[in-house]
C-alpha cells in the first residue's frame, strides 16, 4: 500500500504534474479521511469530484457509522449518500495520538487497527 499523509487541497494534488499528483492520478483505489463536519463533507464531495468515487473509499473519524450529526447528514451531496450506501464510507473513532501527531512510521495503535478492519477488508478483501 501507499500512503501518503499530506496538506495539499485534492483538486490541486488531482491536476499536479509531479509524481504525487500522478499516483492520485493512477492508483487504483484512494482512501479519503475526513471529519464529520459540514466543512468536512463539502471537501469530500470537492475530492470525490477530482479524483473519480468510483475508486475512492472515505473513512470519517470521530462518528458513529449509523447516527451522523443532522447537520453532516445533510451537508452530505448524493454522491457521498450513494457511498455510504454502497459500503464504501466507513466511521472509525477518534485516536487521540493520531489526531496530535498524525501519521508516522509507528505502528497504527491497536484501537485505530480493530476500527479500520472492515477498510483492510474492503482495499484487499482480507483483514490483517
Do not use: N, Y
Not at 492520485?24 to 483505489?29: G, I, Q, S, Y
Not at 473509499?57 to 451537508?75: I, L, M, N, Q
Request: proline share 8%; net charge neutral; aromatic share 4%.
Amino acid at each position: 500500500w501507499t500512503v501518503l499523509d499530506c496538506s495539499w487541497d485534492v483538486g490541486v494534488l488531482a491536476t499536479d504534474l509531479g509524481w504525487l499528483g500522478h499516483l492520485a492520478r493512477t492508483l487504483p483505489e484512494v482512501v479519503l479521511v475526513t471529519r464529520p463536519t459540514v466543512p468536512g463533507m463539502r471537501r469530500l464531495d470537492m475530492a470525490l469530484a477530482s479524483l473519480g468515487e468510483e475508486r475512492v473509499h472515505v473513512v470519517v473519524v470521530g462518528v458513529d457509522r449509523r447516527r451522523w450529526p443532522k447537520s453532516v447528514e445533510a451537508a452530505s451531496s448524493p454522491t457521498v449518500r450513494q457511498l455510504r450506501a454502497s459500503g464504501r464510507v466507513l466511521s472509525v473513532a477518534s485516536c487521540p495520538a493520531l489526531s496530535v501527531g498524525g501519521l508516522s512510521p509507528d505502528p497504527l495503535p491497536d484501537a485505530a487497527m480493530a476500527g479500520i478492519a472492515d477498510l483492510f477488508t474492503a482495499l484487499k478483501g482480507e483483514r490483517p
